[in-house]
């Protein structure tokens, strides 16, 4: 190549770019759709009549590979009911500095409790903000359903609502006092003491 090329010769580069389809997304102002079995940030599902789907069972906990999952479970009394049968999740978390996003504690649910949504704006300033809770897990309420504790519909076992037999809360079905705080639900202590901490290398902050 002749020497008076020489600086102009990476401008090739620029101008064969010039001509390419655009590569940049807009990002945050023209926000990417995602194909519609994403897995981004999880949901807590209810019954058609409000109740709570999860049992507290700890399935997701123990099948997630990063440890990112706690979970403490409560018994449902006919005073204070929060799901169909014995057991709800009294406390829920999931640590989104740990969570890689793979879907395995889905998959491990047995009632279709937690889901995936296809939100994936999980970015924070703070370690605690981004150890979600139920109260920030669980889907809000929707036509026909009733805020728990409350009682399930009349007549029915829990068994009647996995097989989708309940379709809304009774006429009449009015939410239960609670005996505990509406936060203590999820769970004494705080976020960061529930939740073992990040192991960090030594020397880094
Ligand atoms: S998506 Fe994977 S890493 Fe995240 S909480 Fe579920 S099992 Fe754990
Ligand atoms: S979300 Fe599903 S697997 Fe996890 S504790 Fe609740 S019912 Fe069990």
Known sequence: ???????????????????????T???????????????????????PDGLEKC?????CAWACPADAIYVEGADNTEEERYSPGERYGA??????????LCGLCVEACPTRALTMTNEYELA?????SLIYTKQELLVGLTDGMVAPPHEMYPGTEDDDYYR?????????????????AADDQDGGPSADSQVAEPVRAEGRS
Do not use: W
């Open 1 to 23: 190549m002749p020497d008076f090329l020489g600086p102009v010769s990476g401008f090739g580069v620029t101008f064969g770019a010039m001509f390419k389809k655009r590569l």
């Open 25 to 47: 997304e807009q990002y945050p102002e023209q926000k990417k759709i995602t194909a519609p079995r994403f897995h981004g940030r999880h949901q807590l599902n209810r019954h």
């Open 55 to 59: 049992i507290g069972c700890e399935l």
């Open 91 to 100: 406390v829920y978390q999931i640590n989104y500095l740990r969570c890689i």
């Open 124 to 128: 924070d300033r703070s370690r605690a």
């Open 164 to 180: 989708g037999e309940v379709t809304a809360a009774a006429p009449g079905t009015t939410t239960q006092r609670p005996a505990r």
